[in-house]
């Protein structure tokens, strides 16, 4: 593998002075492993952050654009594509979750984003909260078709007391990759709303995800 930037090549570089100290071009050069013809490894890394943006984008970028670039063939497209799955497993396990304090919205795009934004058909996720705010549970509720998902509110109170959830927060995709929310989407938001004012259970937000984007109802003043 060729020489870091630093001189080291980056799996030395690892053993010796530990991951966090490898620069996003070193870390994917390790996934990568190897070059392709006329290209070294460290090079194909930095053409792929390059192209893409960051080490973020080229994460969740589409395999049609992956393969587009020059060295990305199948062996290099499924190990990316392993080591982001691997990552999003990681990141949405029910560990790394619970009794996380959340005080905006904004603190679970992340999840929101790697769990949902790729997905082929519309899934809605409901994230349920104690009253200090902490995540007691998540929960991919309704799975529905490329362009819809039904979705029943008693189903969410029903599991919210379940939980003993004080609040929650709404989410689901969008598989066309826009975020701008349909009049159905609105709609079932203020069922699900009235339906858990009833029982004393706030509703902080329904976000809408596509790639790249979202809409945060809350942002929006509609929740």
């Known amino acids: 593998m060729e020489q870091s930037w630093l001189g080291l090549p980056p799996r030395e570089k690892l053993l010796e002075c530990g991951a966090q ?16 013809r006329g290209i070294h490894v460290m090079t194909l890394a930095q053409q ?12 969740i970028a589409p395999p049609e654009d992956l393969k587009a670039v020059y060295g ?21 396990c029910r560990e790394a979750l619970e009794n996380r304090v959340v005080n905006s919205s904004e603190q679970m795009l992340d999840f929101f984003h790697s769990s949902l934004a790729y997905r082929e058909r519309e899934v809605f996720q409901v ?3 104690d ?43 969008h598989p ?11 709609v079932i938001t203020q069922q699900i709303v009235q339906a858990c004012t009833l029982m004393n259970i706030r ?12 809409v945060s109802f809350a942002e929006r003043g509609w929740v």
């Open 21 to 36: 100290t490898l620069s996003d071009v070193e870390l994917l050069a390790i996934f990568l492993r190897i070059g392709t």
């Open 48 to 59: 792929l952050l390059t192209e893409f943006g960051s080490l973020y984008r080229l994460m």
């Open 72 to 92: 990305i063939g199948d062996a290099k497209y499924s190990q990316l594509n392993a080591v982001a799955e691997l990552a999003r497993r990681c990141f949405t």
């Open 127 to 129: 994230i349920f909260f």
């Open 131 to 173: 009253n200090q705010h902490r995540i007691i549970h998540t929960s991919e509720m309704f799975s529905g078709t490329i362009n819809s998902v039904e979705v029943h509110p008693r189903e969410i109170v029903r599991e919210a007391l379940k939980r003993n959830a004080a609040a929650l927060i709404l989410a689901h995709n």
């Open 176 to 186: 066309s990759g826009l975020a701008e929310p349909s009049r159905a989407d609105r």
């Open 203 to 214: 509703v902080l937000d329904h976000m809408v995800i596509g790639r790249g984007e979202y």
